[in-house]
Structure formats: structure tokens, C-alpha cells
């Protein structure tokens, strides 16, 4: 611990307590878990950047469906390589304390596949074939189905494609989305 | 645009007639632009790429949303057309439809928001936009540390990444520093900031230590990861009733037990009546009857240990029993009402079930990869059984059916009551029994009343279970939860004990329920009926509690599979809340009447002198008698169906208020819609029109 305590000085984690959600300690820990990815390269530089192979090596982030896009929202260079900053970012937006807001803005930009700041038919189709797995399939009239319901839910001025206002509406009617979104660290 | 090649859909004759027309069919169009997205770029012969957007200079100017969206029209159209002939003739870093899009009202908005997470040309506009945006808030920009705290705050909610917010950060310092033209804020807005900034520090610096006092973290983690957030809903309830005892305790030891343990000393030692045997700490009886242990263990003096400083016992004991009793009512009240406001009132109305599925549904802290393929096994089976429900026509049921479902119900129902009335009353009768046996084994016999409630609790469980599955609820949730409220009705039904029987219950309770599932509520329920007569009865069930944590998880881990389906974890959160609350109030209401009702016994305790508890308050404070007019007007609106009345209006309004507060909510977000629409459509039209006059000057 000591050493860790050391590669930090006490402004840069304030400075980083100030742009985050996590207190000095988190911050600490969160540089304990990122090192714990590839010890001798951060060693070497407190800031390094990891390749979003290594990123993925993450437990949470290994198991997940979306953690490539998870990777590629945070990291800077938005390949999916991340230093520590995007990675102590990544944990900051997924903590408790992060507000709803916040989450389901990243969430959104999560989902959007295409990156036109909309869910279209596209982005939904491919959120539904990443959250049934591989194993599983659904038949094309089943996810064509599926899609209409939920843009028939949800899509409020019928542009057939989900805004990030009415993103956000659903996410602020689900009282488990705060739940769901959440990495501990 | 596109001067290389001569198709142009926006080719119009001269004709206003035609002209009409075809922008409102191009109006139409517009609005599926997102699909035809490919067709039109291939008109216009761009590159498409990924990048942010660039923004001519003027662009950079009005900058902000207010400005531009009441802007001169006509500047605007000026300024957009330039850029779309720029991005005709080059390839851009967005397809033109894109831009187009970007640059409508609503889009614009949120494109200062999203669009700068990638580094690059664009990253310093966009830096340069964010901070002039800020700055427009003067509230932000005063030369103060008030002002740096909000600002602060504002930034960590900034969707940017860390190098850029840290950006911003220095050039609103740099110029908030610079600013002369701050005028002074008043004391009164001076004040509300004040104390806003110290409401948030204090709630950081409590959060710093909670986050290093937190208990069972790494188990907790283990649990979430390996069987989903729905089990660790139990495990994070227990955690939080652990806390709220541990504070109980303290108190209560600190106020009660502590100066009578000195007083003990002081008189030279306890003097216990008969001698310690093995099995009283079973039955409380014997050598515990005269320790701190029980009411009886105290006395009704003024302590004076040391001198000059008098502390009166009895309104110790009392005073912290009734604020023990208040703070943990109010603090439940509050989180039951905010919990229940959150899963039930919000998200009424208008439902989006199949959106939640998708959206919310990922746990995100599964950790493990035998429970992340269980999660994606029983997220397909939940979407496929959705799918079937909407494949299925709608078969209306027959009225034979219905009513068989609701005659089946109301009789499940009512067997249950019938149940729990029998049990009470071959309790009743057990009890009548057993008081009349008078012989050497009296100390087990005084086991057999808990032992026995025990196991009829955990055979009535099994039973309770087996008939909701009778009931053929559809929802398995709402299955457990019935289970789960008739559970709960099972215990209200024993609390008749008070002192000896609570710990006795206590006690056995945690040896029975090493087998079964245990059920918080009624730990607590037991705990406080208790506690006015045993007020060391918190550290007991504390211990009680660590030691029920730690064999449930190994239980868990050891013998359990990560459930089948995933579970919503906070309407059971919620429920828990309701009943924790439910039972709070049945014995805040019990241990009220016998307060003021119920004679205090004149040998021992510390109330010997009065003739009921609560005159301790009156007598010696306010020095009320009987006949005094306030004591008068107090009693009479106090009269139980007058507070019941209150409450019940209490409740209905909050419930009103709640809902009215989601339902305003909501019209903001569509009242926005509709103002965003309208711009757009403005804005569309108007530069089709622009485009249909050059194209017309073209042709001429």
C-alpha cells in the first residue's frame, strides 16, 4: 500500500477527486485493480495505456456482452485502448454515486452501435443478439417482432429509432437501472 | 452541393405549385432521413468516417443554445448553407445527412454534450464551446469558493473524458479569476450556498469514512458477482438492520445499562439471588432474572456517582426507549416512503416492459462466467416467453375460468386466516397448560413455548409455500412475496411475549433457524417489543446477527445455485421496507397503550413509584396532574381513531403527491419534444426552400 500511495501525490488525487466520483481511497484502489491488469507496465507508468485486450481481462468486463463497447465509450483515442484516466473514469460512471443522469447518458452512448446518436433498428437488433448469448438464437421474425414492441413502447414521435430523450424517460421510469449499471470496485 | 454531378433531389421547376409540393414531400422525407441515410451519400459522393463535427467559425460565435435557437433566421440559413456547400465539395468527417441532422435544433442541443470524447482537430472547439457554455452561468463564475464548489460539481457531471474536463476546469478557473464584473451575491443567497457546500462536504467526509468502515465489503462483492444482485438484496438488508441495531445498542448501553452497572458497583457489588446454572442462559430465568438483563434489574434511584452531578435513572431509562423508538420509526418511515415512491409511484403509468428488458436487464456486477451464461440462458427464455405472450392471440378467458381463479384465491386466502387463528388459539390454550405444571423440570418446560413456535413457523412456511404455487400465480415474484407477506402475518400473531419469552424466543429462534430461512422482520419485530423490557436485548441479537451472516453465506456459497432467473431486486427491497415499518408501527402502538395504560408493577424496576410509565414525563417535568387543562386537551387528541385518521390522510397525501410529481415529469420531457419538433421542422423547411431558390437561380 505504501508503494501505491507513493506513485500518487496528494493533488493529483485531489485533482482526480475533483473530475470523479470516488474519494481519495477508491481512487487508490481503483489504481490497485488497474495495475493488477499489467503490473509491470503501469509500474513503469502510473498512467499507462492498456490495450482493450487486457482491459477486457477485467472480471466484470470479461463476462459482459457489451464490454468492448464498454472499452471504446471510455477510452480516449475511442479505439478501446484505455489509460488509467479513462479506466478511472469507466469505474467512476458505473459507482453508486454516480447520479442517473450521468449513467444513462454512457449507457446510451453504450447501446448506440453506430454511433449516430440514435437506437435505431440496427443498434436494438444488435443489443438483443449480444444479451441472448451465443448459444441461443431467436429467428429474424422474432427479433423483428421484438424491436417494433419496444420502439412502439417507447418511441414517442414515432421517428422509428430511439432519441436520448426517450432513453432517458425509460431509464427514469426503471427503478432497477441503477441497480443493474453498477460495478463495485 | 454536389457540383459534379447534376442529379440533385432537390431539383425543382419554377412552378410554386410544384414547388409546394415537393417540400412537403421532402418535409416527410425528412423525418426517415436516419434510413435513407446510404441513398442520399451516394448521391453527394462522401467519404463517410467517423470523427466530430467541424464548425465554422461563425458557428463558434453563437454559441449559446438560447442565441441560436431564437436567432435571426436568416443569419442561420447564411451560415448552414455555406457549410453544406463546404462539406458538398470536400470529403467531411460525417456523411452530409449526418451534419444536416447535427445542425437541427434539437441535435444541437446535445451535440455540444456528446460529441467530444474522441481527441483530435475538433477536441479544442469543442472545449472552447463547454466552457463558453458554463460560462453563460454566473452563478458558476464568481471569484469565490462557493462558486468553485459548484462549478466543480457541474464538471464531474460532464460527460467528457478526464483530460478535457480537466481542461475546462483550468480555463473557468482562469476566468473566474479574471471576472471584475461580479456583482456582490445577497447574505440570503450568500447563506443557501453556504450551507449547500456544507451539506456536500459533509456528505463526502461521511462517505470517506463509511467507505473504510464498510462492513462485509469483499463479501458482499463475492455474493453479488456469483448469484446476482437479488440475493445480495437480502444480504445488503440485513447489513443495514445490523447498523441500526449496533447504533441501537450503543445508546441504549451507554444511557441504561452502563450508570446502573456503576450503580451495582457502587453499592458494592451484584448480589445475584440464586445460584448460575447452564441452562438459564435458555430460559433467562434464575440466576439472569436480577441482572441488567432484565427490567427488573434496575433501580429507581438518582445516581450521584460522582459528585455534584445527579443522574436520575428512571427518566434515563425512559427517555431513551421513547427516542430509540421514535428515530428508528422516523428513519424507517422515511426510507420505506422514498423506496416505495421510487419502485411503485414513478414507474406507474405509462409501462415499458420489453424496453427494460433489454435496457436494464444486464446485471453489470456479474463476475463470474458460469452466472453470466445463466443470466444470458434466462434473459432468452424471459424474451422468448414475452415473444409467445405476443404472438398468442388474445384469448379472453371464459367467465368459468375467471371466477374459478378468484373463487381460488379468496379460499387460499381464507384458509390461511383460519390457519393462523387455529395456531393461536392451540397457543393460548399451551400456555394456560403449562402454567399450571408446577415441578422440578419448570426451567425446560419454559423452552417448550418457543421451541414449539419455532417449528410450527417453519412446517406453516413450507405450507404457506405450497399453497401460493396452488394459486398458480403468474408472476413468480409476486408468488414469493405473498409467501412472504403471510409469512409475516405468521409472526404478528405471536407477539404476546414480553421480557423473558422475547429472549427466550430470541435465543431459540437463532438455534431453529440455522436450518430454515430466517426472516429479518421478525427478528426486529421481537427485538423492539423487547427492548422496553430488555435493554441489553440489542447486543444479543448484534451478535446474533454477525453470526447469521456468516453461516448464511457459507450456507450459500456452499450448498446453493445462482437462481434461475434473474431477480429485480428492488420491489423485494421495497417490501421488505413496508414490512419492516408495518410491524414497527404494531409495536410502537402496543408498547404506547401499555405505557400509558398498563399498571407498573410496584417492586422492583425503575418506574416502582408511579402508576403508569409515561408520568414520568408529566409528574416530574412538567408537573401536570390530572386536572390540568393541557393535560385535558392532549388526552382528548390523542384519542386513538383521531392519530389513525391523521396518519391515514398523512399517507393518501403523500401517495397523491408522489404520483402528481412523476406525472409532471413527464409532461416537461413531452413538452420539450413538441418544442424541439417544431424547431426542427423550421429549420428543415427553411433551408429546403434556401436550396430550392439556388438551385432555381442555378438552372436560370
Redesign the interface.
Known sequence: MGQTKSQFTEEELQ??E????F????ILCAHKKFKALAPEKVGHNKNAKLSMHKILQY??LR????GDRICK??S???DGDCTF??F??MMSV?SD?A?K??KA???F?I?DFD????L?VSD?RQ??ER???E??T?TDN?VK??IQ??LD??D??D???????E???????????S??????L | CASEKNKCPFAFSSENFVIKITIKRCFYQSRKMNRRRTNLSSVFNIDTDTGGASMSLSEREIHSQDNLLHMDFSERNTCFADEFKLWGTQSGNRTLIQKTINFMPSRFKRQLSLDSRISGPNHDNDIEEITQQIEQNNQLMADNPLSRHLRIERIKSLPQTINIKREISAKLSTSARNRTDSKSISYWQRFKYAYRILRTRLGAFLANILTNLEIWYGSMRNIEGHFGSGVSAYFKFLRWLFISYCIVAVLCFGFIVLPQLLLNKHHGGFKPTTMFKFLDIFTGEGYLTTTVLFYGGYSNETISIIPKNTYNLPMGYFLTMISVYLITFVIMSVSMARSYRRTFIESSGITSTYADKIFCAWDFGISNEKMARLAHKSLFNELREMLNELEKPKLDKTFIQKFWNIALKISSHFLVLFMLAGLGVGMWTMLKYFEEIEDVTRSFSYLYLPISINCIMLVMQMVFGYISKMEGYKNPRTRVHITLMRNFLLEVCWETSIGQEIYRLVIVDFVISIVASLSLVFNQTLLFIGLLYSPILPVIVIIKMILMFYILKAILIKYCKPPAKLWKSTQTHTLYLVMSFLSLLGVLVANGYIMTQVKVSKSCGPFRNFDFMYEIITLNIAKLTKDHLFWRIVVSITRPAFVGGILLGIVIVYYLRSKSRARIGMVKLLKEMLYMEARDKEFLLGHIMKLAQQSDSHAE
Open positions: 485533482d482526480y475533483d473530475l470523479t466520483f474519494t481519495k481511497k477508491e472480471p466484470e463476462v459482459n456482452p457489451f465509450v471510455f480516449s483515442s475511442s484516466e479513462d478511472l473514469d458505473f454515486a447520479p443522469t450521468v447518458e454512457h449507457a452512448r447501446f454511433g449516430d446518436d440514435m435505431g436494438l443489443v438483443i444479451l441472448i448469448g448459444g441461443n431467436l422474432d417482432l421484438l414492441t419496444i413502447e417507447a414517442l414521435d421517428d422509428g429509432a430511439l432519441s436520448f430523450a432513453f432517458e424517460h425509460i431509464i427514469d421510469k426503471s427503478s432497477d437501472f441497480n443493474s449499471f453498477r460495478i463495485r
